[in-house]
């Protein structure tokens, strides 16, 4: 053993501000202990990273949460600070600790809270000290100045979809190990930029991204660089740390650090208006879908994104599928518990009537009424394969409900199906399907680009719709592009 010992947690949330959904402790359904170790080593989560490495060099590590949730409105101060405490309360009872490695968000709001991971980050720092405190970040965080203070080093996800959360672990736990044994010394830095771009053009695998990140990489192979990490930013968030942010890691080096981030976040800067892209109206996505020579073509509902924080329960695709006839159709998913016990209680192979969708807020539509058929009832649990490959997800318990060849996934919890197994799990092979709906905006390529011939980015309503217009924001700092012009 190396007689090194580390505290390990997670706190993620993605915080749209705009939901009249609240989060609560149960909304993340938290792992505590050992549970952690036994639900996510060997998983391809970041977490999974750590383990592998502090096992693999002999570090005891101390797993204290992980506390991880769909995204939605802000979580209540109570459980925020439960999360905090407990976190707090396993760093004082451990005696020595030599490291903390946490996995975190980066766009997390509680009540009280609107930097929620500074805060946490702070309230360690005054117990560890000196002690070196790492943090993984997904790549649509909101970087501060509290954030960056109370941290030693941050390694951003490279890739969106966020398919190297793996990866990432292990570059941290790595850092962490090589800190702790002297062979290190991180010193990190920030540049924030005046720009909110939407999300929809964020992907690492085209757009302005992939010119960043050759950047990045390029800057990381000079000497004394340990990361060089994006955050284009999350613009459902209306706080004060709002706005894109380039992050640099050196060893001991923080003239260095400042120089790259600020390289980097003017290149970032220079590319602002290719983070812009136009979608296609509803009537004539699905019309092309329908007509489209062969499938699956993919209609992204990407304003309801469960992902990105809208509740998944938008209507207004399905309702132009059923005006336009459509057929050989998926639909994941809708979140409607209503509809899910009512099918449960019809029964597999009975006939289904009733107003579904669209019943958490005025933002997406109106409730449809629809008649079919119940094809299949689950518990709605499966194993990832895409993207956090391994571990479980939880939708609730979920039905499939067939109108007229469209085959509809409701379920009682929202979910961004960016894995097909939520169809396989509920008796649907999707590479069969002409036409595939999923409530996602860009994650979904992972899994699902390599089998479908067309994708179909949809101008639907919803909290997540990149037309950042449809806001009304009062706490983000101004000026800040597109709605402004800075100079």
């Not at 639900?39 to 391809?44: D, I, P, Q, S, Y």
């Not at 941290?151 to 962490?176: K, Q, S, W």
């Not at 990381?220 to 340990?226: D, I, S």
């Not at 979910?415 to 595939?436: C, F, M, S, V, W």
Request: net charge negative.
């Amino acid at each position: 053993m190396s007689g090194y010992q580390v505290i390990i947690g997670m706190m993620s949330h993605e915080t749209i501000t705009f939901s009249t959904v609240k989060t609560t402790l149960s909304d993340f359904r938290p792992m505590y202990g050992q549970e952690i170790v036994e639900t996510l080593k060997g998983t391809r989560s970041g977490i999974g990273g750590y383990i592998d490495v502090f096992d693999r060099e002999g570090v005891e590590y101390i797993p204290t949460i992980a506390a991880g949730a769909t995204p939605a409105g802000e979580l209540r101060n109570e459980d925020f600070w439960k999360i905090v405490n407990y976190i707090k309360d396993a760093i004082n009872q451990a005696g020595k600790i030599d490291g903390v490695l946490l996995a975190l968000h980066g766009a997390m709001v509680a009540e009280g809270a609107p930097e929620a991971e500074g805060t946490l980050l702070r309230e360690v720092k005054e117990i560890v000290e000196d002690t070196p405190v790492i943090v993984t970040l997904d790549l649509h965080g909101l970087i501060s100045g509290s954030l960056i203070d109370n941290c030693d080093a941050v390694f951003g996800y490279d890739t969106n979809p966020h398919i190297d959360m793996y990866e990432r672990g292990v570059e941290a736990a790595e850092t962490l190990v090589k800190t702790m044994k002297g062979e290190i010394k991180p010193t990190v830095a920030h540049r924030k930029l005046p720009m909110l771009p939407p999300t929809i053009n964020q992907r690492t695998a085209e757009g302005p991204m992939v010119k960043l990140l050759e950047t990045a990489r390029q800057m990381e192979t000079q000497p004394g660089v340990l990361n060089v990490c994006l955050f284009p930013a999350f613009p459902y968030a209306d706080v004060q740390r709002a706005g894109s942010a380039v992050v640099a890691v050196t060893d001991n080096d923080p003239e260095l650090a400042q120089e790259l981030a600020d390289i980097l976040g003017e290149e970032m800067w220079s590319l602002r208006n290719e983070f812009l892209k136009p979608l296609t109206p509803i009537a004539e996505a699905v019309s092309t879908a329908i007509n489209a020579p062969e499938g699956p073509v993919v209609l992204a509902d990407v304003a309801d994104n469960p992902g990105g924080g809208a509740p998944g329960d938008g209507t207004e695709i399905l309702r132009e599928l059923l005006r336009q006839d459509a057929t050989n159709t998926g639909f994941a998913c809708i979140k409607d518990p209503e509809a899910v016990q009512k099918a449960i209680e019809i029964g597999v192979k009975n006939t289904f009537t009733m107003k579904i969708g669209a019943k958490t807020d005025g933002f997406h539509g109106e409730p449809l009424e629809v008649t079919g058929t119940v094809r299949t009832i689950t518990d709605g649990r499966f194993i990832h394969k895409a993207m956090a490959v391994g571990v479980p997800a939880d939708v609730g318990r979920t039905a499939v409900i067939d109108v007229n060849g469209i085959e509809i996934i409701l379920t009682e919890r929202s979910h961004a199906p960016n894995d097909p197994e939520i169809y396989r799990r509920n008796g649907i092979e999707p590479t069969d399907k002409k036409i595939l709906v999923l409530k996602s905006r860009g994650h979904f390529r992972a899994a699902y680009e390599p089998f479908s011939k067309q994708i179909i980015e949809v101008d639907a309503p919803g909290l997540t719709t990149p037309n950042l217009e449809w806001f009304t924001y009062h706490n983000i700092p101004r000026p800040i592009w597109p709605f402004d012009d800075p100079k």
